[in-house]
Every structure is written in C-alpha cells, then in structure tokens.
C-alpha cells in the first residue's frame, strides 16, 4: 500500500501554547511523487506547507528517509488550538491533523466510479503531554468501523498514561477502484470519521 503518515510529538504549556515536532512522511508511488516534487521546485513546495499549516512553523527539514519514503518535519509553537474555560484547556488532540470537509459531499446521485491514485493508508498519530499538574478530562473512547466487505477500514485509537496521552487514526482504502454505488458507504464512512475526529478533550489543573 502507498501511505502517508502525520506524527506529532507535542508539548501543551501553561499558558494554552504548544510546542512541538511534526513530521509527514509518504511511502512507495506517494514518496516518489512528493520527492519529484520536491526536486522540481523546492520553493513552490515549501510555500505549499506554509498555505497548508497557517502558523509559524522553523527547522523545516525535507529529504528521503529509508527506502522509498520522503519526509518533511518541523518544529512549532503555536497559539490557535486551545480554548481556555476557567482554570480547563479545551483542545482537539488531533490539532491542526483535523479536517472539517471529507471531500464526500456530493447530494446528487453518483453517475461515475470513485477512482483513487491507488489503494492506501494513511495515518495521523499525535502525541501531547501535560505540563505539571495538569490532568486529562474527558478523553474520547477507540472506536473502529469497517464496509462489511473491508474495502475501506478505520481506526481511532486512543491511549493515556498519565499524563501523555495518544491518539493514532488509520484509514485504509483498499482498492483505488470503487464502483459509483460504493459513494454513499464513503460518504457515511467519511462522515463518521469526521464526528469522531472532531472530539476534543479537557486538560484541568489540578
């Protein structure tokens, strides 16, 4: 499978901040196709993240990473994310990961198929820790859900210690083929996706 994956390794301060590391990495045709790219102008591909992350963002390292795989990480901090009620920080833990628009939105009857660059999966997976003395409230529950014949999967995955807390998403699609009557399975499927990768969580002091 072609993938792309997202990771965020993040820090939430005092003052409703972060400051962290984010990396996007894409493997096989995708790596090849985002190293072209690259190459071809690495201007236009640098402009394209900064339209894509509006905020600040420094140390932004572009390269091959092992064996077909092309990456792009940087360092941050930002102040966009969080919602500060009394002494609680409201946040989505998937930050800047979360898209409100799946793309799947069509009203009318689907009249072509669905067809994809190719089969594939991507993950996002961020991990954010507490400052001291601040603890989590109201942490999503994993889910996972699936087309009864598995062309298309997903998974939300949550998981605390103390006071790190991760949240992993896979979404697999296994064929970059679907016949028109797949649309409203992709539609409810995305859909979904879309509410559970909307929940936020609480950080309080404590």
Do not use: C, W
Request: charged share 25%; proline share 4%; hydrophobic share 30%.
């Amino acid at each position: 499978y072609n993938s792309t994956t997202q990771k965020g390794l993040l820090r939430l301060n005092t003052d409703g901040t972060f400051s962290g590391h984010f990396s996007d990495s894409d493997s096989k045709l995708y790596g090849m196709m985002v190293h072209e790219m690259y190459d071809d102008n690495k201007e236009e591909y640098l402009k394209s993240y900064s339209e894509k992350y509006k905020f600040p963002f420094k140390n932004v390292k572009s390269g091959p990473k092992g064996e077909g795989v092309f990456e792009t990480s940087f360092d941050f901090d930002a102040d966009t994310f969080v919602d500060a009620i009394a002494n609680k920080l409201v946040f989505n833990p998937l930050l800047f990961l979360y898209a409100k628009n799946h793309g799947f939105d069509q009203e009318e009857e689907r009249q072509s198929p669905l067809e994809f660059f190719s089969a594939y999966t991507k993950v996002k997976k961020v991990t954010i820790t507490l400052p001291e003395g601040f603890t989590f409230e109201n942490v999503p529950a994993s889910k996972k859900f699936r087309t009864d014949d598995d062309a298309i999967t997903y998974l939300y995955y949550v998981k605390q210690e103390g006071n790190k807390l991760t949240v992993e998403t896979t979404t697999n699609v296994n064929s970059p083929l679907f016949p028109k009557e797949y649309y409203p399975a992709f539609k409810q499927i995305f859909d979904n996706i879309t509410k559970l990768e909307g929940q936020v969580v609480t950080a309080v002091k404590k």
